[in-house]
């Protein structure tokens, strides 16, 4: 469950991607290039004490967390560092066929997700480097791949606005969940707050009229992905799929009055529809043998999402005079692309033609996981090594005697 934002003025201690406090006085940090570290910190201070030490390296860090975790009785858990898989970005026909969106276009990092402008002209990349991920811009087919957002926080999750000028994204606020953020896809400009930071999002879009967001709280959160919306310029929200289910990956259809997700309410994930924004008055289940990932097609008369064959479904849809769902059709296998957690792993081109999609080029290894006991001992030892007094014996844990 996530935390509540912290009141009072933040202070930055040292640089890292994950950290915990240790009972013997030590901060202990993952670094950004997987270093393991310990800093002597004064919790009522709020203050380093000393200088930092380096205990291990080679340790897994992503931009939201790290493979991590000390027990108040000194066992130490930690994930040595996996290697990545290769993605690349591709185009794939109605009948599977995939060819390159560039083939000079290299990607030196991860995609985490990506989305396709409403023009089909450009691309909007969440690039992860060195447990940093940054919002790109890449003009399709041949133009330049440029990055957008700067500086230490995280940015993911990238959409579109309706005319294809601003690029949406969510930005880290501490725990791993999302503020709302807008930039223009040029660049140009400052990243701009659309919503307070009081509550943590893990996905949201702006509707094909520009009226609405979209809304979709942290899976992990209260509210188990519950689906929200809030007008644009205003800055309240409210709930329009609120359960004890988890729903992912809210959809709107083109027309704006059908809202798609994903939900696990019958136990299992299936795609369900509700009018948009009067989501209480009425709710369908699209799929029948599993579901999620919904998209829907330019035109609006097609619903695509992912079955539990992992295959890319064509739901024929009827909206008038209100919803129906006709004949469905297995497209082809996702196997050789690359989900992407609780958002769409893909966008649909603007002629419902095609589909764009992460590809593996190259598979992932798994780290190691290694288990230290007495662990407090060990970084007892590591302190006077280099010459700095151990701190145990604060929070009941004895002072050694020599």
Same mark, same amino acid.
């Given at each position: ?16 991607? %994950? ?40 340790? !897994?860090?992503?931009? *939201?967390?790290? /493979? ?9 858990? %930690? ?11 591709? @185009?794939?026909? +109605? #009948?599977?066929?995939? &060819? ?27 690039? !992860? ?6 919002? @790109? ?22 959409? @579109? ?10 930005? #880290?606020?501490? #725990? ?33 009229? /520009? ?51 994903? &939900?696990?309410?019958?136990?299992? *994930? ?20 599993? /579901?999620?990932?919904?998209? @829907?097609?330019? &035109? ?51 002629? #419902? ?28 030892? +590591?302190? +006077? ?11 009941? %844990?004895?002072? &050694?005697?020599?």
């Amino acid at each position: 469950m996530a935390q509540p934002i912290p009141k009072g003025e933040a202070r930055v201690l040292l640089r890292g991607v %994950y950290a915990r406090y240790s009972p013997t006085g030590h901060l202990i940090v993952v670094t950004s290039d997987g270093k393991l570290l310990a800093v002597p910190f004064d919790p009522g201070k709020l203050a380093l004490t000393g200088p930092p030490v380096s205990l291990y390296e080679g340790l !897994q860090a992503n931009p *939201f967390a790290a /493979g991590f975790a000390l027990s108040p009785t000194g066992t130490l858990i %930690y994930e040595t560092a996996s290697q990545s898989s290769s993605r690349e970005v591709v @185009w794939v026909t +109605r #009948d599977g066929v995939v &060819s390159p969106v560039d083939p000079a276009w290299k990607l030196d990092g991860t995609v985490g997700s990506i989305a396709l402008s409403p023009n089909g002209k450009a691309i909007a990349v969440e690039l !992860q480097r060195n447990a940093k991920a940054d919002i @790109w811009v890449k003009q399709v087919p041949a133009g330049p791949f440029s990055r957008i957002t700067f500086g230490d926080t995280n940015y993911f999750r990238p959409s @579109w606005t309706p005319d294809g000028s601003q690029v949406l994204f969510l930005g #880290d606020r501490g #725990d791993g969940a999302g503020i709302p953020t807008v930039r223009r896809a040029d660049g140009v400009g400052p990243a701009t707050h659309l919503l307070p930071k009081t509550i943590g999002f893990g996905h949201f879009f702006e509707s094909n009229d /520009g009226r609405w967001l979209v809304l979709r709280r942290v899976v992990t959160d209260l509210g188990n992905g519950d689906i929200m919306a809030t007008k644009v310029g205003d800055t309240s929200v409210a709930t329009l799929v609120g359960t004890p289910a988890r729903e992912t990956a809210p959809a709107l259809s083109p027309d704006g009055r059908w809202l798609a997700y994903a &939900s696990d309410e019958s136990g299992a *994930f299936e795609i369900y529809v509700r009018p948009f924004p009067e989501a209480s008055t009425a709710r369908w289940q699209v799929s029948t043998a599993g /579901g999620s990932y919904p998209l @829907w097609s330019r &035109s609006g008369r097609e619903l695509f999402y992912r079955n539990n064959k992992n295959e890319l479904v064509s739901a024929t849809v009827s909206t008038s005079p209100t919803f129906s769902v006709g004949a469905q059709k297995s497209l082809f296998s996702l196997s050789p692309f690359t989900p992407a957690g609780p958002v769409p792993c893909y966008s649909v081109a603007p002629d #419902d033609k095609r589909f764009l999609m992460l590809r593996e080029t190259a598979a992932g290894e798994s780290g190691l996981l290694v288990v230290s006991q007495n662990w407090f001992e060990e970084l007892r030892g +590591r302190m +006077r090594e280099v010459g700095l007094t151990p701190l145990l014996g604060r929070d009941g %844990y004895p002072q &050694s005697s020599t």
